[in-house]
T-cell receptor, first 110, second 118 residues
Framework: GQSLEQPSEVTAVEGAIVQINCTYQ??????LSWYQQHDGGAPTFLSY????GLEETGRFSSFLSRSDSYGYLLLQELQMKDSASYFC???????????FGKGTRLSVIA | GAVVSQHPSWVICKSGTSVKIECRSL??????MFWYRQFPKQSLMLMAT?????????EQGVEKDKFLINHASLTLSTLTVTSAHPEDSSFYIC??????????????FGPGTRLTVL
């Protein structure tokens, strides 16, 4: 089946930069997206990459390398409120449901 | 932006009863809605894909007779958990895609419904 791999936990200091990696299976790959989920809340869309390269949105950036079946989410100037779970998710073709990774729990410490 | 609501936001019920969860797209028409389930500290697992006016497509391992899905209009899909048991306690999340949308950023998530079965 289709699976995504991402680290289960990451801890970083307030103000620092953290990178969360995601690898995926290539068959039928269409695009890679990232979601943020705080405890008890629903996923919130952060970014989407369909082409190679870096997409920047404020403090968050997302990168994709289709040849390496790899992407990452980069969070800069970390704030305590960034503590949450981050999921990479893949569209494997057009208007189909997202397949989610298992999530990375980010803890931002002072 | 597009808004998806869910009702109720949380529900506690006795084992053996049925619970209905509504998912509504408030300011757009959604031809397709997806239902996910998320257990504590785990990822979102797709349960079924719901298309307006047709039968839902269930993922492998999801009992269609236990999780009844109805998508009667372009703005409403319902999930009914029949004869709920404690193992059905979970966070249920729906998402909706805008009619004609094919990009990932046209999939909008509801706030989720936390079901606790005693």
């Amino acid at each position: 089946g289709q699976s995504l791999e991402q680290p289960s936990e990451v801890t970083a200091v307030e103000g620092a930069i953290v990178q969360i990696n995601c690898t995926y299976q290539t068959s039928g790959f269409y695009g890679l997206s990232w979601y943020q989920q705080h405890d008890g809340g629903a996923p919130t869309f952060l970014s989407y990459n369909a082409l190679d390269g870096l997409e920047e949105t404020g403090r968050f950036s997302s990168f994709l390398s289709r040849s390496d079946s790899y992407g990452y989410l980069l969070l800069q100037e970390l704030q305590m409120k960034d503590s949450a779970s981050y999921f990479c998710a893949v569209f494997y073709s057009g208007n189909t449901p997202l397949v989610f990774g298992k999530g990375t729990r980010l803890s931002v410490i002072a | 932006g597009a808004v998806v609501s869910q009702h109720p936001s949380w529900v506690i019920c006795k084992s053996g009863t049925s619970v209905k969860i509504e998912c509504r797209s408030l300011d757009f028409q959604a031809t397709t809605m997806f239902w996910y389930r998320q257990f504590p500290k785990q990822s979102l697992m797709l349960m079924a894909t719901s298309n307006e006016g047709s039968k839902a497509t269930y993922e492998q391992g999801v009992e269609k007779d236990k999780f009844l899905i109805n998508h009667a209009s372009l703005t409403l899909s319902t999930l009914t958990v029949t004869s709920a048991h404690p193992e059905d306690s979970s966070f249920y999340i729906c998402s909706a895609t805008i009619a004609g949308g094919v990009a990932v950023d046209t999939q909008y998530f509801g706030p989720g419904t936390r079901l606790t079965v005693l």
